[in-house]
């Protein structure tokens, strides 16, 4: 049974920081391609961070560029998000989300895109306080 666990979230003030993790298992973690979206409220999902399955790239959403910074750990089946200097428009749910997105053609041109992904955890609350 593949399950995707994210942990992490929680209240904190404008400037701080969070490190999200998500926990994989069920699923051949250092296979796959991994990304961070989150869902603000009354708002769709949206592309964060992606970083590829043998970890030597990464694509940030313009906003989390030079903020946010993703990761991976296989012998943990850990993906984590640091998120610092944080604002009110970072106020969201925060998920975490897997596949194997084939080439690095097809990582390039698709890595951003939801539909890309097959697997989701059930997502962790962040909200910043300003």
């Known amino acids: 049974q593949v399950q995707l666990t994210e942990s992490g979230g929680g209240l904190v003030q404008a400037g701080g920081s969070l490190r999200l993790s998500c926990v994989a298992s069920?699923?051949?973690?250092?296979?796959?391609?991994w990304a961070w979206f989150r869902q603000a409220p009354g708002k769709g999902r949206d592309f964060i961070a992606a970083?590829?399955?043998?970890?030597?790239?990464?694509k940030y959403e313009d906003s989390a560029k030079g903020r946010f910074t993703i990761s991976k750990d296989s012998s943990q089946s850990t993906v984590y998000l640091q998120m610092n200097n944080l604002n009110a428009g970072d106020t969201a749910v925060y998920y975490c989300?897997?596949?194997?997105?084939?080439?690095?053609?097809?990582?390039?041109?698709?890595?951003?895109?939801?539909?890309?992904?097959?697997?989701w955890g059930q997502g962790t609350q962040v909200t910043v306080s300003s």
């Open positions: 069920g699923i051949p973690f250092s296979k796959l391609d």
């Open positions: 970083v590829d399955r043998m970890g030597t790239d990464t």
């Open positions: 989300a897997a596949d194997r997105l084939g080439n690095f053609e097809r990582w390039t041109q698709f890595s951003t895109n939801i539909g890309s992904y097959h697997y």
